[in-house]
């Protein structure tokens, strides 16, 4: 079991970063694989970025390629998500999710997730 708690959410101006934590509680945080997704309202929510449980494989959301980091950081069971040159369309709520299963891009593969915080990015 792995209950994960989020922060780093907020108001940034287009252009600004943001910087989100994923800290996760349990002693086999190494070995799950971390995603971060996003739901904005009315649409389905939508793949951000994957990290594997090693950190040698990582994967983005076409939009994010570029302006987004995932990393981690198993010493501290803490995944992070650094966002940069925010646009108003990456305004959603973020969440955080686990799992033991598979590497995997898609929400459905993912057994745990953290509560979700709002990013909102202002014109």
């Known amino acids: 079991q792995v209950q994960l708690v989020e922060s780093g959410g907020g108001l940034v101006q287009a252009g600004g970063s943001l910087k989100h934590s994923c800290a996760a509680s349990?002693?086999?945080?190494?070995?799950?694989?971390m995603g971060w997704f996003r739901q904005a309202p009315g649409k389905v929510r939508e793949f951000v970025a994957v990290?594997?449980?090693?950190?040698?494989?990582?994967d983005y959301g076409d939009s994010m390629k570029g302006r987004f980091t995932i990393s981690r950081d198993n010493a501290k069971n803490t995944v992070y998500l650094q966002m940069n040159s925010l646009k108003p369309e990456d305004t959603a709520v973020y969440y955080c999710?686990?799992?033991?299963?598979?590497?995997?891009?898609?929400?459905?593969?993912?057994?745990?997730w953290g509560q979700g915080t709002q990013v909102t990015v202002s014109s």
């Open positions: 990290i594997a449980w090693s950190a040698g494989r990582t």
């Open positions: 999710a686990a799992t033991l299963r598979r590497y995997s891009t898609l929400y459905y593969s993912y057994e745990y």
């Open positions: 349990g002693r086999t945080f190494s070995s799950y694989t």
